[in-house]
C-alpha cells in the first residue's frame, strides 16, 4: 500500500481561509478526496495532485482515495 505525503501553502488563519497544497507519493496522486471535517466541505486533487479547500485553524482535514490509507492533519498557524 503507498504512502503519500502533501504541502500546504498557508499563511495566519484568523477566519475560513482557501488553502492550495499537493498529494505525491512517487507521482502525483490525481483524485484524492480531501475533506474538512468540521465543515464536510470537499474537494478531489487534480492530475498534478493539485487541491484547495476551505479551513480554519483546528480543522481536520481528511485524505483518502481507493487502495490508500486515510490521512488526518489538524489545521494550525505554524
Do not use: C, W, Y
Request: proline share 3%; aromatic share 10%.
Amino acid at each position: 500500500m503507498p504512502l503519500f505525503f502533501f504541502q500546504i501553502s498557508l499563511g495566519q488563519i484568523t477566519d475560513a481561509k482557501e488553502i492550495f497544497g499537493q498529494i505525491f507519493d512517487k507521482t502525483f496522486l490525481e483524485g484524492v478526496n480531501v475533506v474538512n471535517n468540521n465543515t464536510q466541505h470537499t474537494t478531489v486533487s487534480d492530475e498534478n495532485g493539485m487541491f484547495s479547500i476551505l479551513v480554519r485553524e483546528d480543522d481536520v482535514l481528511v485524505f483518502s482515495a481507493v487502495n490508500l490509507e486515510p490521512l488526518k492533519h489538524r489545521i494550525t498557524a505554524e
